[in-house]
Every structure is written in C-alpha cells, then in structure tokens.
C-alpha cells in the first residue's frame, strides 16, 4: 500500500512536469517564461501568491517579472535594490 502511493506521488509529480514543460514550449520572452512558471506556482503547490524576480547584469536590482497574489510594490517592471533593507 506504501509504495503504491509513493508510485502514485510520484506519478502526479511527473505529470505535473509535463504540464510545466507543455506551457514553457511556446513562451519565448523571460516575462512569457515568469507569467507561465508564477502560474503553474500556484496551481501546483495551492499557493495564494507567487513572484518571480531576475537579477540585472550588474548583479544589484530585483527586477519583478510576473507576480500574482501581491499589491503594486510587486508589480511587472518595478526594480528593487539588493542593498536596501526591505523584505
């Protein structure tokens, strides 16, 4: 009985995997990529927000990509400085 579940999480893990890979396949932009990886957050771990951020060349702002769930602190375009204290 253990390892028919074990079987079957693990069965429920690679479906999911394939419905992450099905929605990257088209998306060719990094903020298509953000959109489909902040989706599929949510729906598969049941999760009420999620956010992706990219890190400039210079390595000093969080830029967000795409985010559901926050207030417009989070919204797409807005940068961040790693050097400020802000959570």
């Keep these: 009985a253990q390892l028919q579940a074990l ?8 479906a999911h995997l394939q419905t992450i890979t099905a929605a990257l396949a088209p998306a060719y932009a990094p903020a298509e990529m953000a959109q489909v990886i902040v989706e599929q957050a949510l729906t598969t771990l ?20 795409h985010a559901i769930g926050y207030g ?15 959570p």
């Design 7 to 14: 079987a079957r999480a693990a069965a429920g893990r690679i």
């Design 46 to 65: 049941g999760a009420r927000s999620s956010v992706v951020l990219l890190l400039d060349a210079d390595g000093e702002y969080l830029e967000v990509m």
């Design 72 to 86: 417009p602190e989070l919204a797409p375009g807005r940068r961040r400085a790693l050097a400020a204290n802000e």
